[in-house]
Nanobody, 121 residues
């Protein structure tokens, strides 16, 4: 019913930049919030950044000042601009959307397949 397709991951040197993109498609009525999470090997998945309808954002302390989340509501797309990347940012990054399907009032969570970001020192 809903697909989240991510792109933009890859290998970058420390201090470099990457931009992740995630597009949501399917039987979507409205999207309440979109977010990026990440999971490093051996660690739990953690919230990186979140943006709700209206534009309010939340960031993990570890990425504040370096990452910027933005959203294109018309195209159901969320972007994560990552700058001054560090080796500890290496992880699989997952897109998340909290949304309502057509003809439903229930808020549901959907996840993308993940995209690898590797930062070399």
């Amino acid at each position: 019913q809903v697909q989240l397709v991510e792109s933009g991951g890859g290998l970058v040197q420390a201090g470099g930049s990457l931009r992740l993109s995630c597009a949501a498609s399917g039987s979507i009525s409205s999207i309440n919030a979109m977010a990026w999470y990440r999971q490093a090997p051996g660690k739990q998945r953690e919230l990186v950044a979140n943006i709700i309808t209206g534009g309010s954002t939340t960031y993990a302390d570890s990425v504040k000042g370096r990452f910027t989340i933005s959203r294109d509501n018309a195209n159901n797309t969320v972007l994560l601009q990552m700058s001054s990347l560090k080796p500890e940012d290496t992880a699989v990054y997952y897109c998340n959307a909290r949304l309502r399907l057509l003809f439903s009032a229930i808020l549901r969570n959907y996840w993308g397949q993940g995209t690898q970001v590797t930062v070399s020192s």
